[in-house]
């Protein structure tokens, strides 16, 4: 089985014109080892010096790695302004997405797929430059995701982790959660730039067997894992989210279950739904995270 480290360095969607994107940066396809499964996913890395570190995009159900590589406008692509701001980002398909289908036909539970993620990482991290490690933005289940890796680390390979469109309890029945979709996860048409949904046609996926499953656990296994995860967080949510409860009670609540976490952080994004990712406020949130990231490598570099 050959898995290649980027080198299929053609750009991964075909040339913009009219859109006023930059033509130089290289955005490419690379295909990982996570333990023998097939992860593909995209990759941009900054151009004229090492990257500050590794930025780790993992997308919600339903989507692929192609969500934090928007093509509706030019400020919402994370993978162009992370390396712009010399963060090499690599944005994956979570397993059962992607080159994965073929397979995991079923994909995976959250646990399998954190054991995964970890596998990917170790294989990226001995064939490319990392800088001071590996940073995780993570969106919906890509945040339960996060938080399960996070959960089986130390704290020394996932640095921290800012997770958007994920909290601990829905708003819906959780028993049925698996069964909504459509609308409900973008939210008003105002919330994204014009041609957003016909752009996204080529990122959207079908949600694995598996996976649609594992869904309605998530509320029974999030204090366990919460309990466990050493590095610092960032939570943002849309003002418009409609799956997670994220009033004052709940937020706090939330945050309480991180008994040994050195930092939890909550924000609200004005004017944004689900799919903060592809929306008007995509840039903000990007900045946001990374400025996040930001502080932790300061945090870190700190003498005790």
Sequence with gaps: MVFHDGGERGPATAPRGRSGRPAGRQVR?????????????????????????????????????GYFHGQAHPDVSLLEL??????????????????????????QDVVEQAAALHAALAWFSRR????????????????????????????????????????????????????HGGRRNWGALRFYPPGTFRASEAIVAPVPEREAADLPHWPVRFPAIAARVRAPVRFTFAEHEPWWCHDPPAVTDLRSHFVDCPR???EHLPDSGHNVSLGWTARAYHLGALGFFEQCLATRRRPR
């Design 82 to 107: 992370g390396a712009r701001l010399g963060f090499t980002v690599l944005a994956l398909d979570r397993p059962g997405y992607g080159t994965s289908a073929v397979d995991l036909p079923h994909g």
């Design 29 to 65: 396809r690379v295909t990982l080892d996570a333990g023998g499964v097939r992860l593909s996913g995209l990759l941009s890395e900054p151009e004229e010096a090492a990257p500050r570190s590794v930025v780790v995009a993992l997308h919600g159900a339903g989507m692929s790695a």
């Design 264 to 266: 939890v952080s909550v």
């Design 128 to 179: 490319h430059e990392t800088g001071a490690g590996f940073f995780v933005l993570a969106h919906s289940f890509g945040g339960e995701l996060a938080l399960a890796a996070a959960a089986e680390d130390s704290g020394s390979v996932l640095l921290a982790l800012d997770v958007s469109g994920c909290g601990h309890r829905y708003t819906v029945d959780a028993g049925g959660i698996a069964g």
